[in-house]
């Protein structure tokens, strides 16, 4: 659909008719290509210090519970939101749904206006196109985050974005206006990059507010990212419930300061180059990467193990201090088998239905229980933990090898001259998760010598080599 946009003039004015309040701070467009961003716009003696920077009121906070609010004057709202079922009962469900109709609304004309006008009708035609974000990226784009776990991350998303479009397009085709307006408009109609769009929004710009949860914030959404001593205002819920951005404490603005928010300190460069479309040019380390982890086909288990493991299919890499650590639920299940204690049956539940439950030493055990801490218990404690870390490694060194495999000298930049933002901060990505994975691996082989050095482990691997010489007995029946 089409989509046009205002200019940050217009947004200002936007600010005073709905109630925003600013203290000598306005949004600015940046020269350097990064968008809007929020600056100083008095001098420091004029400022109110006790005041927050911004306060925004409730009504303009959009969460799952406004969204649910709009419907109730909103037919259109209402009957998506409804058919589409359990999907908007979810804070993004919702969300994207209504600023769908946002988009939708402005890009109607005349009688063909869908959608009952709200101060965010127009909010969202200052919003910049998000097209630097990855599931926007070209094939060749893309191509360039082979042997990351970008790559991984970023198949997964774009699948699951077809998956609820089509579910979108299946739920709301025998609505007429949605036919009208949406499915048989041709190329003014809905498409799965307007899909893409709207989820872009979301992504980029929801914040966790305090006493809220995930929600979007008008304005001070167009506050940039900065971490460490260099976030400059804080983000929270005063106690009439408006949003506001205050001054951190101890910082001080001058006349033309940028008033920064953090995204999250924590975030891996992964997950800010997926969410927000870069990577913070200070940032010299990974920090996270979650690596996906298969069950050998091998195991007799393995549908019965991915069928109720709840836990997501992997594991997170994490930095800490000088080290590396890990954790992942589902890697302990991967670890364990039939012949250790694991088992699984088919029970009948009150209702009369049949019900996958999992066991351990015939004690059924719940699939949210933390496994680990089952088997900590265990005699063969030490030995579950060799082959943890004997099957973490192993996920490593192949991940490297698909980095090694896809060398960055096969990116020349002239390539990607239209497109350099990707190109560098894929390069960027690329050489932090080397060097976190390249540390894990260290840190793993390390384990894994202490625990062969285990009393317990030796007397498990010499029973298992004992078993093994001895010879198969004839069968005369």
Same mark, same amino acid.
Request: with cysteine; net charge negative.
């Given at each position: @659909?089409?989509?046009?946009?205002?200019?940050?003039?217009?947004?200002?004015?936007?600010?005073?008719?709905?109630?925003?309040?600013?203290?000598?701070?306005?949004?600015?467009?940046?020269?350097?290509?990064?968008?809007?961003?929020?600056? /100083?716009?008095?001098?420091?003696?004029?400022? &109110?210090?006790?005041?927050?920077? /911004?306060? /925004?009121?409730?009504?303009?906070?959009?969460?799952?519970?406004?969204?649910?609010?709009?419907?109730?004057?909103?037919?259109?709202?209402?009957?998506?939101?409804?058919?589409?079922?359990?999907?908007?009962?979810?804070?993004?469900?919702?969300?994207?749904?209504?600023?769908?109709? #946002?988009?939708?609304?402005?890009?109607?004309?005349?009688?063909?206006?869908?959608?009952?006008? !709200?101060?965010?009708? &127009?909010?969202? %035609?200052?919003?910049?196109?998000?097209? !630097?974000?990855?599931?926007?990226?070209?094939?060749?784009?893309?191509?360039?985050?082979?042997?990351?776990?970008?790559?991984?991350?970023?198949? $997964?998303?774009?699948?699951?974005?077809?998956?609820?479009?089509?579910?979108?397009?299946?739920?709301?085709? $025998?609505?007429?206006?949605? #036919?009208?307006?949406?499915?048989?408009?041709?190329?003014?109609?809905?498409?799965?990059?307007?899909?893409?769009?709207?989820?872009?929004?979301?992504?980029?710009?929801?914040?966790?507010?305090?006493?809220?949860?995930?929600?979007?914030?008008?304005?001070?959404?167009?506050?940039?990212?900065?971490?460490?001593?260099?976030?400059?205002?804080?983000?929270?819920?005063?106690?009439?419930?408006?949003?506001?951005?205050?001054?951190?404490?101890?910082?001080?603005?001058?006349?033309?300061?940028?008033?920064?928010?953090?995204?999250?300190?924590?975030?891996?460069?992964?997950? @800010?180059?997926?969410?927000?479309?870069?990577?913070?040019?200070?940032?010299?380390?990974?920090?996270?990467?979650?690596?996906?982890? =298969?069950?050998?086909?091998?195991?007799?288990?393995?549908?019965?193990?991915?069928?109720?493991?709840?836990?997501?299919?992997?594991?997170?890499?994490?930095?800490?201090?000088?080290? !590396?650590?890990?954790?992942?639920?589902?890697?302990?299940?991967?670890?364990?088998?039939?012949?250790?204690?694991?088992?699984?049956?088919?029970?009948?539940?009150?209702?009369?239905?049949?019900?996958?439950?999992?066991?351990?030493?015939?004690?059924?055990?719940?699939?949210?229980?933390?496994?680990?801490?089952?088997?900590?218990?265990? #005699?063969?404690?030490?030995?579950?933990?060799?082959?943890?870390?004997? !099957?973490? #490694? $192993? %996920?490593?060194?192949?991940?490297?090898?698909?980095?090694?495999?896809?060398?960055?000298?096969?990116?020349?930049?002239?390539?990607?001259?239209?497109?350099?933002?990707?190109?560098?901060?894929?390069?960027?990505?690329?050489?932090?998760?080397?060097?976190?994975?390249?540390?894990?691996?260290?840190?793993?082989?390390?384990?894994?010598?202490?625990?062969?050095?285990?009393?317990?482990?030796?007397?498990?691997?010499?029973?298992?080599?004992?078993?093994?010489?001895?010879?198969? =007995?004839?069968?005369?029946?």
């Amino acid at each position: @659909m089409r989509r046009d946009y205002l200019s940050k003039i217009d947004l200002e004015t936007w600010a005073d008719l709905n109630d925003v309040q600013r203290n000598g701070v306005y949004v600015h467009n940046a020269e350097d290509g990064k968008g809007k961003r929020i600056v /100083v716009s008095s001098r420091p003696d004029s400022l &109110q210090q006790t005041k927050p920077l /911004v306060i /925004v009121p409730p009504e303009l906070i959009l969460s799952l519970e406004t969204v649910w609010v709009y419907a109730k004057s909103d037919r259109q709202l209402e009957e998506v939101l409804n058919v589409v079922g359990d999907y908007s009962r979810t804070a993004r469900g919702a969300i994207l749904i209504f600023l769908l109709l #946002q988009v939708t609304h402005n890009a109607s004309t005349g009688s063909d206006k869908v959608a009952v006008s !709200t101060p965010w009708t &127009q909010y969202v %035609r200052f919003l910049p196109p998000e097209d !630097t974000l990855p599931t926007f990226w070209t094939e060749e784009e893309r191509a360039l985050a082979a042997g990351t776990s970008l790559e991984a991350a970023l198949i $997964s998303k774009l699948r699951s974005l077809e998956r609820e479009f089509v579910h979108l397009r299946d739920s709301t085709s $025998s609505i007429g206006w949605c #036919q009208r307006r949406w499915w048989n408009a041709g190329a003014e109609g809905l498409n799965f990059d307007d899909w893409k769009g709207v989820d872009s929004m979301y992504r980029s710009r929801a914040l966790d507010l305090p006493g809220t949860g995930h929600a979007m914030v008008p304005y001070i959404d167009m506050a940039n990212h900065a971490s460490g001593d260099d976030t400059v205002a804080l983000y929270d819920t005063d106690v009439d419930g408006n949003a506001i951005l205050v001054l951190r404490e101890g910082k001080t603005l001058r006349m033309d300061d940028e008033v920064t928010i953090t995204y999250g300190d924590n975030k891996g460069a992964c997950e @800010m180059l997926f969410s927000y479309g870069f990577i913070e040019d200070s940032m010299t380390s990974g920090l996270e990467i979650f690596l996906d982890l =298969e069950i050998p086909g091998d195991d007799p288990l393995k549908l019965a193990k991915k069928s109720i493991a709840k836990f997501p299919p992997g594991f997170k890499l994490y930095e800490n201090g000088s080290s !590396t650590e890990w954790d992942g639920g589902f890697v302990w299940i991967v670890c364990v088998n039939e012949e250790d204690g694991l088992d699984f049956r088919i029970l009948q539940t009150v209702d009369g239905e049949r019900e996958l439950k999992m066991f351990w030493r015939d004690m059924e055990i719940a699939r949210e229980s933390n496994f680990r801490d089952l088997l900590k218990d265990e #005699q063969l404690w030490d030995v579950f933990q060799l082959r943890a870390i004997a !099957t973490l #490694q $192993s %996920r490593v060194e192949q991940q490297l090898l698909a980095l090694e495999k896809v060398k960055a000298s096969e990116f020349p930049m002239h390539q990607f001259q239209k497109s350099g933002y990707p190109y560098f901060h894929t390069m960027k990505l690329r050489e932090l998760e080397e060097k976190l994975m390249l540390q894990a691996n260290e840190d793993f082989a390390h384990k894994k010598n202490e625990s062969l050095a285990s009393q317990v482990v030796q007397d498990y691997l010499a029973l298992a080599n004992k078993k093994q010489e001895l010879p198969a =007995e004839d069968d005369f029946t």
